[in-house]
Nanobody, 125 residues
């Protein structure tokens, strides 16, 4: 059974930093793109960042570019999201996801096969 477990969320003041982790278990996803999304209840899930299986290519939403960094440790089957210069508008539930075997843009939720349960990030002004 595949399981993705996010951790690292919390409450930080504006300008602060957090590092999210997503540990995958149940199988190895070393060949899959992995991504981070965020969602406010009642709204669509928004793309944040993605990283290819090799780690050579990364993708970011314009709203987080230059502030967030995605990385992965294939040996640990874990993906990370380092979030710096956090803003109140970054407040959301953050989800990690494993991409399907063949994906296009890596920016659409429908391109992902497995999802974590989410971790809350709250940035106070």
């Amino acid at each position: 059974q595949v399981q993705l477990v996010e951790s690292g969320g919390g409450l930080v003041p504006a300008g602060g930093s957090l590092k999210l982790s997503c540990a995958a278990s149940g199988r190895t996803f070393s060949s899959r793109t992995m991504g981070w999304f965020r969602q406010v209840p009642g709204k669509e899930r928004d793309f944040v960042a993605a990283i290819t299986w090799s780690g050579a290519d990364t993708y970011y939403a314009d709203s987080v570019k230059g502030r967030f960094t995605i990385s992965r440790d294939k040996a640990k089957n874990t993906v990370y999201l380092q979030m710096n210069s956090l803003k109140p508008e970054d407040t959301d539930v953050y989800y990690c996801a494993v991409g399907k075997p063949f994906i296009d843009s890596a920016r659409q939720p429908r391109e992902y096969e497995y999802w974590g349960q989410g971790t809350q990030v709250t940035v106070s002004s």
